[in-house]
């Protein structure tokens, strides 16, 4: 059974920070592209930011550049997203991706909400 989990996710100040994990289970890990993906309430979905299978190469939409790092251990099967500096627009629900050929697999999603 394929598992993507989501963790790390919660509330923070404007200015914080938060690590979020997806932990992988059920297919070849470091065969598949990584993505962060979000929703902000009342919102459609939005790209964050994508990794290659091997982490070599990161992506990031233009609003989070400088702030976030996305990465990747394949020993764990896990994709990380660190936030930095993290703002009220930055408040949505966190979705992992991994994405090889016609094969797609999301997570359940995990919330993360700036707020003072």
């Known amino acids: 059974e394929v598992q993507l989990v989501e963790s790390g996710g919660g509330l923070v100040q404007p200015g914080g920070s938060l690590r979020l994990s997806c932990s992988a289970s059920?297919?070849?890990?470091?065969?598949?592209?990584m993505s962060w993906v979000r929703q902000a309430p009342g919102k459609g979905l939005e790209w964050v930011s994508a990794t290659s299978w091997n982490g070599g190469s990161t992506y990031y939409a233009e609003s989070m550049k400088g702030r976030f790092t996305i990465s990747r251990d394949n020993a764990k099967n896990t994709l990380y997203l660190q936030m930095n500096n993290l703002k009220s627009e930055d408040t949505a629900v966190y979705y992992c991706?991994?994405?090889?050929?016609?094969?797609?697999?999301w997570g359940q999603g995990i919330q993360v909400t700036v707020s003072s």
């Open positions: 991706n991994a994405r090889h050929s016609v094969y797609e697999y």
């Open positions: 059920g297919f070849t890990f470091d065969g598949y592209a």
